[in-house]
């Protein structure tokens, strides 16, 4: 029998969804190959959890930190009438791709790489500069969510203050780069980015699953 309170999170199964009893949830993962579910102790922490992935949750303990429900009121759900970026960075400097995808559906809008060596933030700046000429061209009122501060703070200021050194193994990368710069540069836009809230509401869709 669950105990009260106990609420489980199906991202793959027969039916996925949120369920509050252990024999709910076998019934929509029952047969299932492959399915991922997993139990956490309050519907606020389900909720977070269902809205990112399986990958940021598989082998923990717990729900990841959990946010108080006057916290959770406060900071309120996504605004899904956005798309939401990110990069993945094996290593750093390492093998660097990024993305751009609905924020409500997931779907990949843009990609980017894999670029032989590059950094995290380097591929999340690129993400975003990629989202606003993308939201300008579709003539999109959509507001840009990622996850990176730094990145943020590289476009408000246009300049991508790496410290990773050019060579000919990055050059491709650094080329972009400087395409990014001069669109900023040259470029307005209305378009507000947002930082994504992942403590509230789990990791942002557009994520690489590799943590």
């Known amino acids: 029998m669950a ?5 489980y999170v199906v991202w793959k199964g027969k039916r996925p969804g949120i369920y509050t009893s252990w024999e709910e949830c076998k019934a929509a993962i029952s047969g299932h190959k492959g399915a991922e579910f997993k139990s956490f102790p309050n519907f606020q922490i389900a909720q ?10 598989k082998g923990k303990k717990k729900g990841g930190p959990e946010l108080s429900p006057k916290e959770l009121l406060k900071i309120g759900q996504p605004n899904y009438h956005s798309i939401s970026v990110d990069a993945a960075s094996s290593g750093n400097p390492g093998i660097m791709e990024y993305r751009g995808v609905d924020t409500k559906t997931g779907k990949k809008l843009f990609k980017q790489g894999p670029f032989p060596e590059g950094t995290n933030n380097i591929g999340e700046f690129l993400a975003i500069v990629h989202g606003l000429a993308f939201l300008k061209e579709q003539k999109s009122d959509r507001i840009i969510y990622t996850d990176s501060r730094t990145a943020m703070s590289w476009v408000r200021k246009k300049n991508c203050n790496t410290k990773l050194v050019e060579h000919q193994k990055n050059k491709v990368l650094f080329d972009l780069i400087r395409r990014a710069v001069s669109w900023l540069k040259q470029n307005t836009y209305d378009t507000p980015i947002v930082k994504w809230e992942t403590k509230a509401w789990g990791e942002i869709p557009a994520d690489f699953g590799r943590k």
């Open 3 to 7: 105990k009260k309170g106990k609420f």
């Open 48 to 57: 977070r959890a269902y809205n990112s992935n399986y990958a940021a949750y």
